[in-house]
């Protein structure tokens, strides 16, 4: 498995266990919003730091799953609402 997929997977995980564990409430839709945007806060923060240290491929794989995460999470606080 490359390097790419895992960070993909681990965010969809990450994602995944925050919809879990928030429920079904319109407070819990809420709180999923807030830690959706500090999950893609972070992701954007260590991709620069990747790009900083001059290793690019991690730095797109976690600006893939950035995007995947706004992809996926945002509407999923909608859904459940």
């Known amino acids: ?3 790419i ?6 965010n969809m995980l990450i994602l ?3 919809n879990l564990l928030m ?4 407070y819990a839709s809420i709180g999923l919003m807030i830690a959706i945007a500090l ?7 260590i991709a620069m730091v990747f790009f900083g240290l ?3 491929s991690e730095g797109k ?3 893939l799953s950035m995007g995947l995460v ?6 999923l606080c909608w859904i459940e609402s």
């Open 39 to 45: 999950h893609m806060f972070l992701l954007s923060v």
């Open 1 to 3: 498995m490359s390097q």
């Open 5 to 10: 997929q895992k960070i993909i997977g681990a």
């Open 16 to 18: 995944l266990l925050y």
């Open 54 to 56: 001059k290793r690019s």
């Open 23 to 26: 429920g079904r409430s319109v």
């Open 61 to 63: 794989a976690f600006l």
């Open 70 to 75: 706004l992809l996926i999470g945002f509407p």
